[in-house]
């Protein structure tokens, strides 16, 4: 793919499109004025799985990424890394950014490496552009609670069930979107009935337990609660999200739909009855209408 338009171009992982990826991206968008088209250059896979065989857990599908670059008016331009991974800084530049990008701006973290073995970084970077002619700006590093923004970061609490902070990090509620799958519909019985989703592979798999969520259904959403698990009340069950949707009523088998979690609530229970089990769900309930109410922009409280 060669672009014949004059870009503007973010460089970067952009991984989980957090809010350390989304200044860069800002920057980019900037030039807009200047008559150069943004794009954000993406991988066709993570770089540690060429480099190392295993990538890290995703934190954003691929299909959400696109939807909220459109939503920001960026392109998406794929790269491959195995392609690029034995560059020179220089051969990367003209190959790959003039030639193929045909940059007039480009934008990066301040951490930001290229070239073989990464052997290139921000000022290596400001030479080649200021030789090509080629314009550069440089997000500076996004920090919270005294530590800079990253998708490890960002992993770490997920996996350990504090939303609020991963969500303050990506600037916005961590979800996920999956095919609803046919389930056992005991839930009904019991007057709430789920939807069930399984992870895809290689997914970052929340902390076991239940969840305030919300769940959005031909673009409306709704309060939720969600159980990611195996639900010690019954047997032999595999993995799963098992989200009741609060008001919504209607059939959604076969349908992918986005569920955004807000704030852990509880472990996993093993309930001795139905009727139990019913009367924590509820109580669950009302304590997500209630977040669902008072959360702010990012989906915290």
Not at 127 to 136: I, N
């Amino acid at each position: 793919m060669v672009i014949n338009n004059k870009t503007a171009v973010a460089l970067g992982s952009f991984d989980g499109l957090h809010t350390g990826h989304m200044s860069v991206i800002a920057c980019t968008l900037s030039f807009r004025e200047c008559g150069l088209i943004p794009y954000v250059m993406l991988f066709d896979s993570h770089p540690l799985k060429t480099l190392t065989g295993k990538a890290p857990a995703e934190i954003l599908q691929p299909s959400l990424r696109k939807e909220i670059l459109d939503e920001r008016g960026v392109g998406s331009v794929f790269i491959s890394f195995e392609e690029i991974k034995n560059l020179s800084c220089r051969e990367f530049f003209t190959e790959i950014l003039l030639k193929k990008l045909n940059v007039g701006a480009v934008c990066c973290g301040s951490n930001y490496r290229f070239g073989k073995n990464g052997s290139g970084g921000v000022d290596e970077l400001k030479t080649l552009c200021e030789e090509f002619g080629v314009e550069l700006k440089v997000s500076p590093e996004i920090t919270y609670d005294g530590s800079p923004v990253s998708s490890t970061r960002i992993r770490q609490a997920i996996e350990n069930g504090n939303i609020p902070l991963a969500n303050a990090m990506l600037g916005r509620e961590f979800r996920y979107k999956y095919t609803v799958v046919s389930g056992d519909r005991r839930g009904r019985l019991m007057g709430a009935p789920t939807i069930n989703q399984h992870f895809s592979d290689n997914f970052v798999i929340p902390k076991i337990g239940v969840y305030a969520s919300l769940t959005v259904v031909d673009n409306k959403e709704y309060p939720s609660v969600t159980n990611i698990g195996l639900r010690p009340s019954f047997e032999n069950e595999d993995l799963r999200s098992e989200t009741c949707i609060l008001g919504f009523s209607g059939d959604l088998y076969g349908k992918e739909i986005e569920v955004r979690l807000l704030k852990y609530l509880r472990s996993e229970m093993k309930f001795n009855s139905m009727d139990a089990l019913g009367a924590q769900i509820r109580l669950d309930a009302e304590t997500s209408e209630k977040i669902f109410a008072e959360r702010g922009g990012n989906g915290n409280v």
